[in-house]
């Protein structure tokens, strides 16, 4: 089993639509969660932290899941901008200062 | 933005050749880290640095090795480059090991 799983799309919607990704991770002990955006032939940059208790950001929500082990993310009122992969990452399990990156969630929006 | 270079940004190299390359940083972060970036496997740590002069192996760090001197500067070498190490390699830095890391632009290196 893969430490961070994602379904990696593509997930086509159209401008202003809800999409949301769910992202699995197998270390029950795992304490940092965060989810990272990158762009074709770009490197990965921080989207949003994930907090115990969720959080949201702008039109961006994450939630965890600690019980079923999964973190979710949450794009409301898309933009073609937001076109891009959004990858889940976790800490690994033989040290809390190695992250683990999923292989990412592509998503595409079309105007 | 973190204020990370990578160098060079493009390299074409023909097999059994050295290479190094190079990240530089100027936030005095403490954690340093190389991945390289496949189709179809995400990115992979090769190795990572929690200081100047301690390093660790990551889950790909065959044909690879690392040096830091200085906390700025985190140097990747391919002692010989082969075929199978042409990738996208990504810096990334973080001043607490378990927080977010931040990422350098990349650099593309092919192995003819």
């Known amino acids: 089993r893969k430490e961070v799983e994602q379904d990696p799309g593509p997930f086509n919607v159209p401008e202003g639509a809800t999409v949301a990704f769910n992202c699995t991770y197998s270390n029950s002990a795992s304490q940092s969660f965060f989810w990272y955006r990158q762009d074709c032939r770009k490197e990965p940059k921080l989207l949003m932290s994930v907090y115990s208790s969720g959080n949201e950001d702008g039109r961006f929500t994450a939630q965890l899941n600690r019980a079923s082990q999964y973190i979710s993310l949450l794009i409301r009122d898309s933009k073609l901008s937001d076109s891009a992969t959004y990858l889940c990452v976790v800490n690994g399990e033989d040290s809390s200062y190695k992250l683990i990156f999923g292989s990412g969630t592509r998503l595409l929006v079309r105007p | 933005d973190a204020g990370i270079t990578q160098s060079p940004r ?50 790909v760090s065959d044909g690879y090795s690392v040096s830091r001197s200085k906390t700025e500067d985190f140097l990747l070498t391919l002692e010989s480059a082969t075929s199978s190490q042409t990738s996208v390699y990504f810096c990334a830095i973080s001043d607490i090991g378990f927080n977010e890391q931040f990422f350098g632009p990349g650099t593309r290196l092919t192995v003819l």
């Not at chain 2, 097999?15 to 390289?36: A, D, F, I, K, S």
């Open chain 2, 10 to 59: 493009h390299k074409v190299t023909e097999t059994g050749t050295p290479v190094t390359l190079r990240c530089h940083q100027t936030e005095n972060h403490r954690y340093m880290y190389w991945y390289r970036q496949d189709p179809g496997h995400g990115l992979r740590l090769i190795h990572y640095s929690y200081g100047v002069k301690d390093t660790d192996k990551g889950e």
